[in-house]
């Protein structure tokens, strides 16, 4: 089971730190966690892969870590246009399985 | 312009059989790995399933493995979803993601609907 909050509440310009927890194992860079965001009847757009690799359009203000046995995406000066659900997804490649988290809900407010 | 169209969702009873597809553009669909993902309405993100860019490699998650086969036809820039033994439990927006270099979930589609009812 990967592990998420399930919701988080940043004000608008400050710094938030959202997790990814793995129940059977501390997330390790071979998990190779993705961070994905979506907003309402949207499709996901993946933000980070490989723990803390970005995309052309990922907006500098996302950060892709590991952090205490424990994947983190973290959000610094938010903004109202990052109100969405986050997901993490990891790869289990020891069973040929990937999972995804079960989704953080981000208010700015 | 990379474009993923998905289309073959509708209603179907359960027990009953369904195709999606996948149609890819934009790119140089035999290059790349793809991925099925789905999402139960109100629900999270599931991974269903990955083929890699020749077919001969694919993955499924257990949800689906036995009932699902994926299959991809490089010379249409398709990718497919044969979805047998359907039940309730999967209804859910099916997207397809495309991977590119290292990073499998790349671009996505923008899914079809799936309402597995009687």
């Known amino acids: 089971v990967v592990t998420q909050e399930p919701s988080v509440t940043v004000s608008p310009g400050g710094t938030v730190t959202l997790t990814c927890g793995s129940s059977t194992a501390t997330v390790t860079s071979s998990h190779y966690c993705y961070w994905l965001q979506q907003k309402p009847g949207q499709a996901p757009r993946t933000l980070i892969y490989d723990t803390s690799k970005k995309f052309s359009w990922t907006p500098a203000r996302f950060t892709g870590s590991l952090l205490g046995g424990k994947a983190a995406l973290t959000l610094s000066g938010a903004q109202p246009e990052d109100e969405a659900d986050y997901y993490c997804?990891?790869?289990?490649?020891?069973?040929?399985?990937?999972?995804f988290g079960g989704g953080t809900r981000l208010t700015v407010l | 312009e990379v474009r993923l169209v998905e289309s073959g969702g509708g209603l179907v009873q359960p027990g009953g059989s369904l195709r999606l597809s996948c149609a890819a553009s934009g790119f140089t669909f035999n290059t790349e790995n793809m991925n099925w993902v789905r999402q139960a309405p109100g629900k999270g993100l599931e991974w269903l399933s990955y083929i890699g860019k020749t077919g001969e490699i694919i993955f499924y998650a257990d949800s689906v493995k036995g009932r699902f086969i994926v299959s991809r036809d490089n010379v249409k820039n398709s990718l497919y979803l044969q979805m047998n033994s359907l039940r309730a439990e999967d209804t859910a927006l099916y997207y397809c993601a495309r991977g590119y270099g290292a990073a499998w979930l790349y671009d996505w589609g923008q899914g079809t609907l799936v309402t597995v009812s009687s």
């Open positions: 997804f990891l790869s289990y490649s020891s069973s040929s399985n990937w999972v």
